[in-house]
Nanobody
Framework: QVQLVESGGGLVQAGGSLRLSCAAS????????MGWFRQAPGKEREFVAA????????YYADSAKGRFTISRDNAKDTVTLQMNSLKPEDTALYYC???????????WGQGTQVTVSS
């Protein structure tokens, strides 16, 4: 199993930046991919970005392309989401997730709140 702990959320004005981090522990050596998801009040959880653990291939939702950057540090077992040019519609609870296989994510963090004021 993998345990995930997010950090770095907060309140920022529109146009600002935040850096989210996800620390993984447990059986991290078998991780295939890690991702970030978000859920705004009254909305379904949606995909934001993902990165493969070994090769570092990255994937982004259209809403994140050009503004967000996902990266990983295998030595520290962490994944980071750099968010720039934030918009009020980016306000949500952001979750880190991990999977050992292609497909659905099996492990989730508790989430970190991001609030962007206009």
């Amino acid at each position: 199993q993998v345990q995930l702990v997010e950090s770095g959320g907060g309140l920022v004005q529109a146009g600002g930046s935040l850096r989210l981090s996800c620390a993984a522990s447990g059986r991290t050596g078998s991780i295939y991919r890690m991702g970030w998801f978000r859920q705004a009040p009254g909305k379904e959880r949606e995909f934001v970005a993902a990165i493969t653990w070994s090769g570092g291939s990255t994937y982004y939702a259209d809403s994140a392309k050009g503004r967000f950057t996902i990266s990983r540090d295998n030595a520290k077992d962490t994944v980071t989401l750099q968010m720039n040019s934030l918009k009020p519609e980016d306000t949500a609870l952001y979750y880190c997730a991990a999977t050992y296989r292609f497909g659905q994510y099996d492990y989730w963090g508790q989430g970190t709140q991001v609030t962007v004021s206009s």
